[in-house]
């Protein structure tokens, strides 16, 4: 029967951190829900990241990356004890909402969310910007140097304008085929 009302009030609520103090906000509050006994109030603790691919020095990184910097979500019953619990975790600065009074996440929102964080491809970055000098890593252009014109985050393709012929002739590479001078 409790687990039933515990049920009825269920909902996902963002708590402000410090910052980079997310990963241990959510370890030591998961530590605090079940010490303290919370498992029926407080149900789940997320910190809301998303895969890049971050490209520097021609090497290839994959990273993880949050995507609400000083913030955790928390998915739980809002009671005396569970409100207890979670403002009085470390770092913890408070809950986001008006007063006292935390304002609950849609579901809407936690579903697009949790989407972004499992299904969603790696986006690619590159630390050039267009104007940049970059030498061509690999392709027919290897050993090039020319400038950046345009870039197609989107996509992970740069163009580069390369001189051939005396001409400045624009061709589009992906992020992996250049790097930074």
């Known amino acids: 029967m409790a687990k039933q009302t515990a049920n009825l009030g269920r909902r996902w609520y963002a708590i402000h951190t ?8 959510a370890q030591n509050l998961r530590q ?17 990241k998303e895969k890049k691919i971050k490209i520097k020095n021609g090497k290839r990184r994959t990273i993880e990356e949050k995507i609400f910097p000083g913030y955790v979500l928390v998915e739980m019953v809002v009671t005396d004890d ?3 619990v979670v403002r009085n975790t470390p770092n913890v600065t408070g809950f986001i909402g008006t007063g006292t009074t935390p304002t609950p996440i849609a579901k809407e929102e936690i579903d697009a969310l949790q989407k972004r964080m499992g299904v969603q491809e790696p986006e690619y970055t590159l630390d050039v910007e267009k104007g940049s000098p970059v030498q061509i890593t690999d392709g027919p252009f290897k050993g090039q140097e020319g400038k950046v014109a345009d870039i197609d985050q989107e996509r992970g393709k740069i163009k580069v304008l390369v001189s051939l012929f005396g001409r400045e002739t624009p061709v589009e590479l992906d992020f992996l085929q250049v790097k930074k001078i």
Do not use: C, H, Q
């Not at 605090?32 to 603790?45: C, G, P, Q, S």
């Open 18 to 25: 410090y910052s980079g103090y997310e990963e241990n906000v």
């Open 32 to 48: 605090r829900i079940e010490t303290m006994d919370m498992e029926d109030k407080i149900f789940a603790v997320l910190v809301p």
């Open 82 to 84: 569970s409100w207890y």
